[in-house]
C-alpha cells in the first residue's frame, strides 16, 4: 500500500497535489490537474506516470465516501446532520467524520446500526429550513495497512 503513504497534501484546493518520489525520499514532484481535466505531473516519465495514476486511485477512493466536519464531540458522541447519512444510505456509500485530525469511517453497511440516537427536528442555523441530527459514538480508527489493502481490494482498485 505504498501509495497511500507516499501522497503527502491529501487534496490541495483539489488541483495540485505533491508526490514523495519512491526512489528518493528528499525528492517531490507536482501533479496538476488542468481545466481540460488532464492530469500533469513534472517527473521525468513521457507517458501517464505512477505517480498521476496513485492521484487519480486516491482521488476515486475519497470521492466514493460521504465526508463532514464536525467541530464538537459531546458525551463521547458526535452529531451530524441527517442530509449525510441519507445520502450515503441512498447512494450506498461510506460515511466519513472527521474531527480536528482524526477520522472515523463508517462502512456503507454498518451505518443504521451504528446510530446512536436522533434529535427531534431542529431548526437550521442559515436558513429557515428544518433538519435532524444523528449521533454516532466517536471511534477514530486507524485503518493498518492490512485493512486498507481488503478495502481497496474490495472496490476493485489492487
Request: with cysteine; proline share 4%.
Amino acid at each position: 500500500m505504498k501509495f497511500l503513504k507516499n501522497i503527502i497534501n491529501e487534496r490541495y484546493k483539489g488541483r495540485h497535489w505533491k508526490v514523495k518520489s519512491d526512489s528518493d525520499p528528499n525528492k517531490e514532484y507536482d501533479i496538476y490537474l488542468e481545466d481540460d481535466g488532464k492530469y500533469n505531473c513534472n517527473c521525468p516519465a513521457i507517458k501517464e506516470c505512477k505517480h498521476i495514476k496513485r492521484i487519480k486511485k486516491k482521488e476515486f477512493i475519497y470521492d466514493k465516501m460521504i465526508s463532514t466536519d464536525v467541530k464538537t464531540i459531546w458525551n463521547g458522541m458526535v452529531a451530524i446532520r441527517d442530509k449525510y447519512v441519507k445520502k450515503a444510505l441512498k447512494e450506498k456509500r461510506d460515511l466519513e467524520i472527521k474531527h480536528q485530525r482524526e477520522r472515523m469511517i463508517i462502512p456503507y453497511g454498518e451505518i443504521k446500526e451504528r446510530i446512536h440516537s436522533v434529535s427531534k427536528p431542529v431548526p437550521d442555523k442559515f436558513s429557515d429550513k428544518m433538519h435532524k441530527l444523528i449521533y454516532f459514538w466517536w471511534r477514530p480508527h486507524k485503518e493498518t495497512e492490512e485493512e486498507k489493502l481488503k478495502r481497496l481490494s474490495q472496490m476493485g482498485l489492487l
